[in-house]
């Protein structure tokens, strides 16, 4: 899958950045004397740097914004760590994590990008920027979805992360652009579904085809391959001579998607076979679309 980018949220936020970085511009001399007062916050240094000598946390602050606004990314995430090293529990290390988090996820850097940006959220829960983080880990895995053949592990995580910003976050400026992704991850988990079913029943094994198609109506009921599985499923059941099964397949698909195209295929499927839909209310598929409300979002 390819790289995608922000969202409206985000790149609001990255104005946000922006605007840190004009501001930072203006910084001089005396705040970094400031620093240098036992009074100031900013003047626990913490542990030495293992990079080279260590600098006021303003100068490497601003160093780090400029190489962003250059979009030296990898240049700008090292400044960032070298920050978080030598400011360690400051707000200066909080800042620090988060540009961390925003510079690898551009640079690419994806698992780094998720290292930081889970720690951020663990670090710092109620801060304005949480959600933030919690959105970059879930773009993270979301720009590394393999095609639909290959294993999953990556979309699960995605979605994982993405519902969990429109859940602690609801009302953020992500969470709507993460519903959206969610919505793009979950018809991908179904598809992977749907392929292993398909071949399957190519390999004639109607019941590991089954076990795939019901996956795909009890987890991903709202995604576009529904319709397609309640076919294959009246397929999978009129091999397996489960006829009753086959019908109620049929008459759930027809009743739900009745000018789908897989309703058409089904039907001739059970005539061919002397059948006709007819649904079993006691059926496991028939309880499964009670209630069912058709929100497909692709």
């Known amino acids: 899958m390819r790289r995608v980018g922000f969202g409206a ?11 840190a970085m004009s501001l930072a511009a203006c910084d001089t001399l005396e705040k970094t004397m400031e620093s240098a007062n036992p009074l100031n916050f900013f003047s626990d ?29 990898d240049a700008a995430a090292k400044k960032f760590a070298e920050l978080d090293k030598q400011y ?19 640079n690419g850097d994806y698992d780094d990008a998720i290292a930081s940006g889970r720690r951020f ?30 294993d999953q592990e990556r ?14 976050w609801p009302k953020s400026e992500y969470a709507n652009d993460a519903r959206q992704r969610v919505v793009v991850a979950r018809d991908q988990l179904a598809g992977k579904e749907m392929d292993v079913g398909r071949y399957y029943l190519k390999q004639r094994n109607y019941t590991g085809a089954v076990n795939r198609f019901r996956e795909v109506l009890v987890r991903y009921q709202t995604t576009r391959h529904v319709e397609e599985a309640l076919m294959r499923i009246a397929e999978a059941y009129m091999a397996l001579g489960i006829v009753p099964e086959a019908q109620t397949a049929a008459a759930v698909l027809g009743h739900n998607f009745p ?4 309703y058409k295929d089904a039907y001739d499927l059970l005539q061919s076979g002397g059948a006709a839909p007819r649904e079993e209310s006691s059926s496991w598929i028939s309880k ?5 409300t058709r929100t497909v979002g692709l």
């Open 121 to 150: 959220v663990q670090l710092y829960p109620t801060d304005n920027d949480a959600a933030y983080a919690q959105y970059l880990v879930g773009m993270s895995y979301y720009n590394q979805i393999p095609d639909v053949t290959r």
């Open 45 to 73: 240094k913490g542990p030495k740097s293992d990079i080279g000598k260590e600098e006021p946390a303003e100068v490497l602050y601003n160093d780090g914004l400029g190489r962003l606004e250059k979009k030296q990314y």
């Open 259 to 262: 000018d789908s195209p897989w």
């Open 288 to 292: 499964q679309f009670r209630g069912f």
């Open 155 to 168: 979309t699960e995580r995605a979605l994982l992360a993405l519902e969990e910003v429109g859940r602690k």
């Open 88 to 106: 360690p529990y400051s707000n200066w290390s909080r800042k620090a994590l988060i540009l961390t988090t925003f510079a690898r996820f551009e």
């Open 9 to 19: 949220g985000a790149a609001k936020w990255a104005a946000g950045l922006a605007l």
